[in-house]
Each structure stands twice: as C-alpha cells, then as structure tokens.
C-alpha cells in the first residue's frame, strides 16, 4: 500500500510523462519485445513515486495500448518502464463450453500484485504474449490462486481466482519479476498464431498438439 503522504520521485515522473507523451493523443505505446533487459528485471515496487495526475494517465495510456494490440494484460515492463504495475482486462467469449474457463475480468490496474497457489491442481493451455509477438505455447499454470494487490488509490485487495483469470494474473505478475511465460513453456508445443489456428484451434485443451509435437502434459 501506499498512502497520501508518498513522496513523489521528480526524476522519475518526468520520465514517466516523457514516455507517455511517445503514445501520441492516440495513446499508444510500442511494446518491448524479447531481448530488451528490462523485460528480465525485478521492478521497483510502487510506493507513490509518480503524483496522481501523471498516474492517471499512465494507466489510461497502458489501457490503450493493452487494447489497441490487443491484449488482456499489459505490464509497465513491456512498455520499458520498470516500476511493479500491470492493468489486465478480459471478457466471456461465445463459447461455454471453452475448457479454459474464461470468464468475465474487469478491468483492474494491479499494482505490487502477488499471488499464491489454492490447492496443487493445474492446467495447461496455449498461452501467449504482447512481448513475444507471433508465438504461443503451452504454459502449465495454477488453476486457483489467491491474488493480492493495491489499486492505484492505495487501496489492498485480495481475490481468489480461477480459470483464465488466475492465468491472466500469474502471466502478469510474473512479468514484474522478469520472467516470460516462455521460460516455463513446453518448448515443444510453441507455434505461429497461423499454425496455430490452422492446427490446433479446435483443440483447446492441447491434447492433438501433444501427441503430434511430442511433448506431455
């Protein structure tokens, strides 16, 4: 948490507003791709560096940018800045029956977010990334988790998540720690989005793509 009596880093908030500036009034931001340091860096956490305003439009730059490429999740890192702040949005697809169990994710900014595992159960999808453009793979992640984070008020949450909610915010979190979904994929599996829909969409659950790429779930 951070409270009213945060100091803002001078330094840094021109810095910040300097990036947002990049995004032009359409607000958006190019993306840092795989290979860029700051995408391998612990973030600092956010402890009120940046004033309120320049905040603001931070996380209104980031929702952009999310949506414009687009995503469900953008982390501060994946725009080069290396500050512990993500914003992730999702929503019910058409299908019910999808096994990866979407469901409605509002948009939330995640500030110094945390999670931990509820029970030992997991799954394992095809999962991708802004930062890794034009590939995917399949990622085993927790399917329940108990995620903590501060909004950009200051104020804690802690929520259980389930399904792709739950892998939307480890994949996120997991960011401000320097790590890629990739470090921990089945790099047998990994694909092009064209292969990808072409082979495997119609298998959610990557059982096909195991068998004929050679590598287990």
């Not at 509002?106 to 997991?122: E, L």
């Not at 999808?125 to 909004?151: H, M, N, T």
């Not at 949450?157 to 470090?183: K, N, V």
Request: hydrophobic share 40%; charged share 30%; aromatic share 8%.
């Amino acid at each position: 948490m951070f409270g009213k009596n945060a100091k803002v880093d001078l330094e840094l908030n021109r810095a910040v507003e300097a990036l947002i500036k990049e995004g032009g009034k359409e607000k958006i931001l190019p993306i840092v791709q795989a290979g860029e340091p700051v995408l391998r860096q612990q973030t600092a956490a956010y402890a009120g560096q940046l004033s309120k305003h320049t905040l603001a439009k931070l996380i209104d730059t980031m929702h952009t940018t999310m949506l414009e490429a687009p995503g469900v999740g953008l982390a501060a890192t994946q725009i080069g800045l290396g500050l512990a702040l993500a914003v992730v949005e999702d929503h019910v697809r058409d299908d019910e029956d999808d096994p990866r169990e979407i469901a409605e994710f509002p948009f939330h900014v995640i500030i110094n977010p945390r999670y931990t595992p509820m029970g030992d159960k997991t799954t394992s999808f095809y999962e991708g990334c802004l930062s890794f453009d034009g590939y995917q793979a399949v990622r085993k992640r927790w399917l329940d988790i108990v995620a903590e984070w501060d909004d950009e008020d200051g104020k804690h949450h802690q929520e259980q998540l389930h399904g792709w909610p739950a892998r939307i915010f480890q994949h996120e979190t997991d960011h401000l720690s320097g790590e890629l979904y990739i470090d921990k994929a089945e790099i047998r599996s990994l694909t092009t989005y064209e292969n990808l829909e072409d082979l495997w969409c119609d298998d959610p659950v990557p059982t096909a793509a195991a068998k004929e790429l050679g590598f287990d779930l």
